[in-house]
């Protein structure tokens, strides 16, 4: 049966800390050679994804900003899928989430309405992204250039903003270290059930393997046959409720590589 791998990438295939890869680049070239696609899934925006897509040489779809859209390179799959889609330079896209601009609109209203002080990416210059996330300026800007979805860096959302989002059709998710609001209609696990199908469509049915670290991989994790936690920098597994996912002793990239290389051998 074909393997297929959804992985988050902060505190998971990345160091949280420092967002390297080093650690994860051997498991990465042995998972390349034995033909097992490796998907991300995480709340990094197109344009961040694909520097880590470019250095670890990976050219398989990847799925941005929590579930808000799937990316497929063009010729990937053969056989035509049902979603609907549009067609850039690169890449088959399909939509999941509203528009950035939308949510933004949502936020500035929220803001003013309440009176509060949080900010978002594009309140803020690239250094101050810089000194907040701890990104050189390059990721920063990467990080800044969104499609669907806002992250709150400085400052919180207040209670009343979580109803009247709701209200909206938008929902705020907590990552591993800010949180993220996006269209309520989409998760990652929509996006991985849509990119399997397709697979499936494809090649047959499938393996399907997730790896993650916090709450907000819960959703991912939920859709694939085997699904893992890595431990977090505190030594830690994130306490998910609705999933049977299995903690593995090894603290981001390290735990990212034990699953790997089981999943090889």
């Not at 650690?23 to 880590?52: H, N």
């Not at 819960?218 to 505190?234: F, I, K, N, T």
Request: glycine share 8%.
């Amino acid at each position: 049966m074909n393997k297929v791998i959804f992985t988050d990438l902060d505190g998971t295939l990345l160091d949280l800390k420092t967002y390297s890869f080093i650690q994860s680049i051997d498991a990465i070239e042995q998972l390349k050679s034995a033909g097992v696609p490796v998907i991300f899934c995480s709340s990094k925006t197109r344009y961040e994804q694909e520097f880590y897509r470019e250095s670890l040489d990976i050219k398989d779809p990847f799925i941005v900003e929590n579930g808000s859209a799937i990316f497929i390179p063009k010729g990937y799959f053969k056989t035509q899928h049902p979603f609907n889609s549009y067609l850039t330079d690169d890449y088959e896209v399909i939509p999941l989430g509203k528009s950035v601009d939308s949510i933004r609109r949502s936020l500035a209203e929220k803001r003013e309405k309440y009176q509060l002080k949080f900010a978002y990416y594009s309140d803020l210059e690239p250094e101050e992204v810089s000194t907040i996330t701890g990104l050189d300026m390059k990721s920063s800007r990467r990080a800044m250039t969104r499609d669907f979805s806002e992250t709150i860096l400085t400052g919180r959302l207040s209670e009343g903003c979580y109803a009247e989002l709701d209200n909206e059709g938008l929902v705020s998710i907590p990552g591993s270290k800010f949180e993220t609001v996006i269209d309520s209609r989409t998760d990652k696990g929509k996006a991985v059930e849509i990119l399997l199908s397709i697979y499936e469509n494809e090649f047959g049915k499938m393996r399907s393997y997730g790896i993650g670290d916090s709450k907000n991989d819960e959703a991912m994790l939920q859709a694939v046959d085997e699904a893992y936690l890595v431990q977090r920098p505190s030594g830690e597994w994130a306490p998910l409720e609705n999933t049977s996912a299995r903690g593995v002793i090894g603290i981001g990239p390290l735990g990212w590589n034990k699953v790997a290389n089981m999943i090889i051998k």
